[in-house]
């Protein structure tokens, strides 16, 4: 039996995150350009691949037009 490494409240700020680029509009490219990374910087975000840190997290929130704390309630 495979045990996930990601809390339950992590995974709550990953769905938040796809939601808020999705009611804003955005694709994965459009935020991932932003970042200047690339477009599977972000799928792997979402996929729950790669853990996004505070910085990042801080800068997602601002390109997404979220205050950080609709991320973490």
């Keep these: 039996m495979s045990k996930s490494i990601y809390s339950k409240e ?3 700020i990953i769905e ?3 939601t808020a680029r999705l009611n804003a509009g955005l694709k994965q ?3 991932a350009s932003k970042l ?3 477009q599977s910087y972000i799928s792997k ?3 729950g691949e790669r853990r996004v840190d505070a ?3 801080k800068e997602l929130a ?3 037009k979220k205050d ?3 991320f973490l309630s």
Excluded: F, S
Aim: aromatic content about 8%.
């Design 62 to 64: 601002k390109i997404l």
């Design 68 to 70: 950080i704390n609709y």
């Design 36 to 38: 200047k990374k690339p």
């Design 10 to 12: 992590y995974k709550n």
């Design 55 to 57: 910085a990042e997290l």
């Design 16 to 18: 938040r995150l796809k």
């Design 29 to 31: 490219e459009d935020v």
């Design 45 to 47: 975000i979402e996929r």
